[in-house]
């Protein structure tokens, strides 16, 4: 049986045919009558490409929401709050979102840090982003960003309400990716 890539069950392409035969696509290989195994192997695959298929998309969706101008590579910040009005300056600048950026940022962060190991992820609890974005700042020297907490990359991301479903699909990957140091140095 070969399984292809898919998003949705109805996607996936099920093909009985000879078990010597090499292929350049993922696939399983079961039994004429189904044992435990071939379920456990098949369900195994079908999770595999869809999380494939699902990570491949939201990196498209993510690389559609950055643009370099959004980018600071060696930033140099006195503080958490200059390093969000700078950023978000240049954000409503740009047309990607409302005036009121920096406060509903600053007020986010005020309730909780969005720091993390050596990351932040600052945004907004409200919905001010006329556009999907991404800001990135590497920061040359560990930024104090509360008293007890010191980070070298912002993650800056505001998500507009027409994709606000994406929103925790996002945030999560973004965690996901950022919680390991190996990423982060890349």
């Not at 939201?58 to 101008?69: G, N, P, V």
Request: include cysteine; aromatic fraction near 10%.
């Amino acid at each position: 049986m070969i399984i292809e890539g898919a998003v949705s069950v109805s996607d996936y392409h099920l093909d009985c045919i000879s078990a010597d035969l090499e292929f350049e696509t993922d696939y399983v290989v079961i039994h004429p009558i189904l044992t435990e195994d071939d379920y456990q192997n098949i369900f195994r695959a079908i999770t595999q490409i869809t999380r494939k298929k699902y990570h491949s998309l939201l990196k498209e969706s993510l690389l559609t929401f950055s643009d370099e101008k959004l980018f600071y590579k060696n930033a140099h910040f006195q503080n958490r709050a200059e390093a969000i009005e700078i950023m978000s300056q240049n954000i409503v600048d740009m047309g990607l979102a409302h005036d009121d950026l920096y406060q509903n940022v600053m007020a986010r962060e005020y309730m909780s840090s969005t720091a993390f190991g050596n990351v932040a992820i600052p945004h907004s609890l409200s919905r001010n982003a006329k556009h999907n974005f991404i800001s990135v700042a590497i920061c040359q020297q560990p930024l104090s960003w509360t008293s007890d907490h010191s980070i070298q990359l912002i993650v800056f991301i505001g998500i507009s309400k027409e994709s606000r479903k994406l929103f925790s699909d996002i945030f999560q990957e973004l965690i996901e990716v950022l919680s390991q140091p190996s990423y982060v140095k890349k």
